[in-house]
């Protein structure tokens, strides 16, 4: 890579480039894959006195017998900056919990074993929801969670579509992307009446976004919850089209949008497309989607296997977002 006139971005703090020559790419198992393709778009572009290099083996992610994790980095980290991407998979299944407490770990270690600077890529961040307190005794979990990852060693962030302004606010050195040009590209080929759908106000800006770089008109719903989180009353306007796109950053149980696609179909809508940048897909969220017959794009955000889902990669993404960083 060319030695860029300006190091860092605006939300951080300029370094030397001879401080960073030597750069490693580490991965947990579930986004090995994603890991690999990254370093092979970015490989071309590096050039001495720079270098770039994923071992196959850097880092395991372990349990003890008790359960508490384990984390050890096998590759030499000293001096070097290492790039480390970790999903909120664990074990095999989507664990925030356990999954933080091995970012924190694979973090501290880096540093600990030298590590000039340390880059978190975390296409899906969990807990950015809950960042502010809606009843009394409540903690701003998106807060902690985003100081906790600073302090435990990490100087830059990158993620992909965060949930929230707010939310955004708590990660001050981050270089947040946007994966809409994905499903830009997927849909140009939608044909009819077609209309996007925000299935709550929250999705409206990204809906929005969306229907005007497909140029088709947008319409969204309005939800009311109470205390518990539970929906009280989703209403949803007239649509004059027979094909909706639902729009949104992420999919977790699917309460929201099961309510929105039985009223529109009332209103004579026969074709759904649900796209989400994140689709955790909770519960029986999965069977309801096969169930309605519903198509599902999503992105490899959160690694996992899933039946009759189009699955869209962040390589590119990820990869251009590297390079502004570095």
């Known amino acids: 890579m060319k030695s860029p006139k300006k190091h860092g971005t605006k939300n951080d703090s300029p370094h030397q480039p001879s401080l960073y020559h030597d750069i490693i790419i580490l991965s947990d198992a579930p986004f090995t894959v994603l890991a690999q393709e990254t370093y092979a778009l970015l490989q071309p572009h590096f050039q001495k006195p720079w270098s770039l290099s994923f071992p196959s083996a850097g880092i395991l992610f372990s349990r003890f017998k008790n359960k508490e994790s384990k984390v050890k980095v096998l590759a030499d980290v000293k001096g070097k900056m290492v790039i480390l991407f970790k999903s909120f998979l664990s074990d095999g299944a989507y664990n925030p919990d356990m999954a933080d407490i091995e970012l924190l770990l694979a973090n501290d270690t880096s540093k600990q074993a030298g590590a000039k600077r340390i880059i978190n890529v975390l296409p899906y961040i969990p807990y950015l929801r809950q960042d502010r307190v809606t009843s009394p005794g409540e903690p701003v979990?998106?807060?902690?969670?985003?100081?906790?990852?600073?302090?435990?060693?990490?100087?830059?962030?990158?993620?992909?579509?965060?949930?929230?302004?707010?939310?955004?606010?708590?990660?001050?050195?981050?270089?947040?992307?946007?994966?809409?040009?994905?499903?830009?590209?997927?849909?140009?080929?939608?044909?009819?009446?077609?209309?996007?759908?925000?299935?709550?106000?929250?999705?409206?800006?990204?809906?929005?976004?969306?229907?005007?770089?497909?140029?088709?008109?947008?319409?969204?719903?309005?939800?009311?919850?109470?205390?518990?989180?539970?929906?009280v009353s989703l209403e949803c306007p007239k649509?004059?089209?027979?094909?909706?796109?639902?729009?949104?950053?992420?999919?977790?149980?699917?309460?929201?949008?099961?309510?929105?696609?039985?009223?529109?179909?009332?209103?004579?809508?026969?074709?759904?497309?649900?796209?989400?940048?994140?689709?955790?897909?909770?519960?029986?969220?999965?069977?309801?989607?096969?169930?309605?017959?519903?198509?599902?794009?999503?992105?490899?955000?959160?690694?996992?296997?899933?039946?009759?889902?189009?699955?869209?990669?962040?390589?590119?993404?990820?990869a251009e977002a590297i390079r502004k960083v570095l």
Request: glycine content about 4%; charged content about 20%.
């Open 239 to 318: 649509i004059s089209a027979s094909h909706a796109i639902i729009f949104d950053d992420m999919i977790d149980s699917g309460g929201t949008l099961f309510q929105a696609i039985d009223q529109i179909k009332k209103q004579g809508v026969t074709a759904f497309t649900v796209c989400c940048t994140h689709a955790i897909l909770s519960g029986d969220a999965e069977e309801q989607l096969h169930k309605r017959k519903i198509k599902l794009i999503t992105t490899n955000s959160i690694p996992y296997p899933r039946k009759d889902v189009t699955m869209l990669s962040l390589t590119p993404v990820l």
């Open 141 to 231: 979990s998106a807060h902690l969670l985003a100081s906790m990852t600073y302090l435990s060693g990490a100087s830059m962030v990158i993620t992909v579509d965060m949930h929230s302004e707010k939310s955004r606010s708590f990660y001050p050195k981050v270089h947040h992307v946007h994966a809409d040009h994905l499903f830009v590209d997927f849909l140009q080929l939608k044909k009819g009446k077609v209309v996007v759908i925000a299935p709550d106000q929250g999705a409206l800006v990204r809906a929005e976004h969306l229907a005007r770089q497909l140029k088709l008109p947008v319409a969204a719903c309005t939800k009311k919850r109470d205390e518990m989180g539970k929906i």
